[in-house]
């Protein structure tokens, strides 16, 4: 009878065709991101919130920078079953008052038309609304949980990706809100100090790929696909080093691939399927030597 050999007992070449395997098969299982009940909550959800102008998200961002979802005191309760905390402060944006187009006004129709009922905006006055932040009750359904495992030999996984970067890989604090890690062209890959083993290595792999892959601004695509493809290139890797990061990275595609295409979404799996085979080979050396 057959038997699997263990991984210390396979040859250099065995292992970069196992570790090829994983990444492949990964990579294949990310179609299924957008079938999952999990997407279908989450964009349920986010369809009741508010889709604000450009003036709002500028005073919002003024009054609150932190704020990542806001809503009214009253959506608050009636959509989500959450509950502002007693004395938090409003953001203050403007709500459009609109009426009913009156016969005789410019823009209202005339008799004989059949035309649905017009309204026409007159001015705005001032409304509040509050982050969710400010809010306690059910909890809004997430599509990005952190990846909270350990990894197997972190430091020698950390230290392959720092040296199979271009850019130096520092691990900093004093990262914006809500903000993992980045690139910057300028020089460097910053990942947010504190985070656990696993959140640490996906978010490095996430900003590693930003480098391997969109360091052209003149030939990079737009930044939905450059998220879509950063982050599916990190699941692979991330797969490749036996580490699952689906319940992160499958919601963070998701809600980046919004509208994309399906010949759009074939084109990207092949960049990132040559992405993930070309980092998953250069650590792989870096890790046996």
């Known amino acids: 009878m057959k038997t699997e050999k263990s991984y210390k007992d396979m040859t250099r070449e065995e292992r970069k065709e ?47 920078p932190e704020a990542t979802r806001v809503a009214s005191y009253r959506s608050w309760q009636r959509d989500f079953d959450r509950h502002v905390r007693k004395g938090e402060r409003g953001i203050e944006v403007l709500v459009p008052m609109v009426v009913k187009s009156k ?31 400010q809010t306690e009750g059910e909890p809004l359904p997430a599509i990005a949980e952190r990846v909270s495992s350990d990894v197997d030999r972190y430091d020698e996984v950390m230290d392959a990706i720092c040296a199979v970067s271009a850019y130096p890989v520092e691990v900093v604090d004093g990262l914006p809100p809500e903000t993992n890690g980045l690139f910057s062209r300028m020089g460097y890959i ?3 100090a504190g985070m656990p083993q696993g959140q640490t290595v996906k978010t490095a792999l996430h900003e590693l790929a930003h480098s391997v892959l969109h360091d052209d601004p003149e030939a990079e695509p737009d930044r939905a696909m450059r998220e879509v493809q950063a982050e599916s290139v990190a699941y692979a890797v991330s797969a490749a080093l036996g ?9 963070y595609v998701a809600s980046w691939a919004v509208g994309k295409t399906d010949e759009e979404m074939r084109r990207c799996m092949q960049v990132v399927r040559g992405a993930a ?13």
């Open 277 to 289: 085979k070309g980092i998953i080979d250069r650590m792989g050396i870096v890790m046996e030597s």
């Open 18 to 64: 196992l570790a090829q395997a994983k990444a492949q098969a990964a990579i294949d299982r990310i179609g299924d991101v957008w079938s999952s009940e999990s997407w279908a909550r989450w964009l349920d959800t986010l369809a009741k919130f508010h889709d604000y102008s450009l003036n709002n998200t500028m005073l919002i961002a003024m009054q609150m």
């Open 243 to 251: 580490l699952d990061t689906s319940g992160y990275s499958f919601g």
């Open 103 to 133: 016969p005789g006004d410019a823009e209202a129709p005339r008799d004989d038309e059949e035309t649905p009922e017009r309204r026409r905006l007159v001015g705005f006055k001032v409304g509040h609304v509050f982050d969710v932040s």
């Open 190 to 192: 910053a990942i947010r």
